[in-house]
Each structure stands twice: as C-alpha cells, then as structure tokens.
C-alpha cells in the first residue's frame, strides 16, 4: 500500500478518533486489559484508547518496517512510547500466544484486504475467553454530522484511492458466520464494525 496515502488517510480521520476509541470502549466495558491494535491505521485508536483509559497495556503494529517507524514515531511525538509498544505483525499469522489479548482492534481492516475470514480468526485466537474484537470502521458512532461532513470528501477521496473495498451488513455477516464466531454484532452508526466477543 502507498505509505504516504496512508499517512493521509491517517491525518485526515485524526479528529474521529477519539470516538472510534469511545464506540470501542463502550463495547468493551472495562478500563484495563491487554490491547492490541492492528495496523497500519493506527495507532490512532490505541493512543485515543491510552488517554481513556491509564490502565490499559497497549501493543501496535503492521507487517511493513517503514509503517511500524511511522508508528513509532507518532506514538513518541504524543508522549505514548512507555505506554504502548510497536512490534512487527502479519495480520494473518499475528506472532503471539494464543489468548493473550484482552481486546484486539483493526480500524479499517474489513475494506482492504482479502480473506477476511483468516483475520477474524487469527484475532478471535490471541484474544482471551471473554475478550473482544473489533474490526471495521467509521468515524465514530459519537462524531457529529457535521464534523463529518466536513471532512467526507477529503476522506472518501482517499479512501478510493487506496482501494477501498464497499461492503454491506450482509457480507460482515457472512464474515462472521464464515469465521464461525459464537457471540457478534455489527455496528453501523457512522460507520460499520464487527464486534464480538471470544467464546469461552
């Protein structure tokens, strides 16, 4: 993927995502916990989530070395860098035990890669029993319309650009089902996620 439209991209949905991070706190429920966040959209989230929540003990990263010094360094420029740790990661082959996260995010994962029943299982794996996934997208169910609508056409412009995949409730449900999760929904307010929560 193009490293500077992603950092674009990155800049642009800035102001959303503290509501990305209140959406996926909400559903989470608790203040604490491991965290992972998939790249290579972030680490907006994971920083948004640290400022909620000081309990929280937080891990990025992507599969590409150039995206995971972006993370890096934008984790520093916010004073993070004690808080959450960058490693690198294959999204289909996350390189950790199996349950060792207690909430595993990917913002922007549904809409621009294949096999999407792979990343949903290999999340639901490192999550632990009772853990949750969250893999989508949106501007936040909190963000206002205009706040959005200021920023929609830089966004979808983007957004396009790099390929942006266009996906409905029904194949997020089929991606579910597929992926043989027991207990998920999906949220379609400003946006559109999957969340489950790791059965067990």
Same mark, same amino acid.
């Given at each position: 993927?193009? !490293?500077?439209?992603i950092?674009?991209?990155?800049?642009?949905?800035?102001?959303?995502y503290p509501?990305?991070?209140a959406?996926i706190?909400a559903e989470?429920?608790?203040?604490?916990g491991?965290?992972?966040e998939i790249g #290579?959209?972030?680490?907006?989230v994971?920083?948004a989530?640290a400022?909620r929540?000081?309990g929280?003990r937080l $891990?990025?990263g992507?599969?590409?070395d150039?995206?995971?010094?972006y993370?890096?360094?934008t984790i520093a420029?916010a004073g993070?860098?004690a808080?959450?740790r960058v490693?690198p990661?294959?999204?289909?082959?996350? #390189?950790?035990?199996a349950?060792s996260?207690?909430?595993v995010?990917f913002r =922007?994962?549904?809409?621009f890669?294949?096999e999407?029943?792979?990343?949903? $299982?290999?999340m639901?794996?490192?999550?632990r #029993? =009772? =853990?949750?996934?969250?893999?989508?997208g949106g !501007?936040?169910?909190?963000?206002?319309?205009?706040?959005?609508e200021?920023?929609?056409?830089e966004?979808?412009d983007?957004n396009n650009?790099? =390929?942006k995949?266009?996906?409905?409730r029904?194949d997020?449900?089929?991606?579910?089902e597929?992926?043989?999760?027991?207990?998920?929904?999906?949220?379609?307010e400003?946006?559109?996620w999957?969340?489950w929560?790791?059965a067990g």
């Open positions: 993927m193009d !490293f500077e439209l950092r674009a991209v990155n800049d642009c949905f800035q102001p959303f509501y990305a991070a959406e706190h989470y429920g608790r203040d604490a491991d965290v992972l #290579p959209y972030g680490p907006g994971a920083l989530l400022e929540c000081p929280m $891990t990025c992507d599969d590409s150039h995206l995971n010094d993370l890096a360094e420029e993070m860098a808080r959450i490693e990661l294959d999204k289909y082959n996350l #390189p950790f035990e349950a996260f207690d909430l995010v =922007g994962g549904l809409f890669w294949d999407q029943e792979s990343i949903v $299982t290999e639901d794996r490192v999550l #029993p =009772g =853990g949750i996934g969250a893999h989508g !501007f936040g169910a909190g963000a206002s319309d205009e706040l959005i200021s920023l929609l056409p966004a979808r983007l650009r790099l =390929g995949k266009r996906l409905s029904a997020v449900r089929q991606i579910a597929n992926a043989g999760l027991a207990s998920w929904r999906i949220a379609a400003h946006g559109l999957l969340f929560e790791k």
